[in-house]
């Protein structure tokens, strides 16, 4: 199926540091989401963006979290600063559309705070 | 609100044999769409299969197929003639299609491990 990148697979960084997660979305996808997943629960919402957009947030996008994608590069998340509570693996996703549209989902950056 | 319920933490089961994975879902929209994805032992994480809530027949892509009962807000998953590497956790997923919200919400997984 569609592949979505994530650079960095893990990355390890000491509290009150600002991270930027990547992610390469697949190339005609218009709508962009971020997920948090804690080891062995399920996935939770974060974010999604459209044209530009933060589109919707949950209540785990604190204000320490920002999304962008500028010019069509990556689909970042960006957190700082960061917590120890922020430790856990952010999944990014794209879809083509909304609705009925499949999620497509990238591997995951497992991110340790310390 | 919506929610998505997955009350089955794991089951095991015995290669080529049949299982059947439990959602249930909580929506007030008329039009919804229920997903089953699977996290893989690497946390890969694969779309499987897709039911449309205005479609009555059972969606089926390979030896994944659906029994959505709509009256009882449920939608499980069958897995017909499993393998080992059918060992995954399971995700049941929803979203809404009216509501104005495109947020695709999961079940806390239920973990399949298929035997020899």
């Known amino acids: 199926g569609p592949k979505v990148l994530q650079i960095p697979s893990h990355q390890i960084i000491d509290m009150g540091q600002m991270v930027t997660l990547n992610c390469d979305p697949v190339s005609n996808h218009l709508y962009f989401y971020w997920y948090k997943q804690i080891l062995g629960q399920q996935m939770e919402f974060l974010v999604n963006?459209?044209?530009?957009?933060?589109?919707?947030k949950s209540k785990l996008f604190k204000d320490q979290f920002s999304v962008e994608r500028p010019d069509g590069s990556y689909f970042t998340l960006k957190i700082q600063p960061t917590a120890l509570e922020d430790s856990a693996v952010y999944f990014c996703a794209s879809s083509l559309g909304w609705g009925r549209e499949t999620l497509y989902f990238g591997s995951g950056t497992r991110l340790t705070v310390l | 609100a919506q929610k998505v319920t997955q009350t089955q933490t794991s089951i095991s089961v015995v290669e080529k044999t049949t299982v059947t994975m439990d959602c249930v879902y909580e929506?007030?929209?008329?039009?919804?769409?229920l997903f089953w994805y699977k996290q893989t032992a690497s946390g890969e994480i694969v779309f499987l299969i897709r039911q449309d809530s205005y479609k009555k027949e059972n969606a089926t892509v390979g030896h994944y197929s659906l029994n959505f009962q709509k009256p009882k807000s449920s939608i499980g998953l069958i897995i017909t003639a499993t393998q080992i590497e059918d060992s995954a956790v399971y995700f049941c997923?929803?979203?809404?299609?009216?509501?104005?919200?495109?947020?695709?919400?999961f079940g806390s997984g239920t973990q399949l491990t298929v035997m020899p």
């Open positions: 963006f459209y044209n530009g957009k933060v589109m919707e």
């Open positions: 929506t007030r929209d008329s039009s919804y769409f």
């Open positions: 997923a929803m979203r809404e299609g009216s509501s104005g919200s495109w947020q695709l919400i």
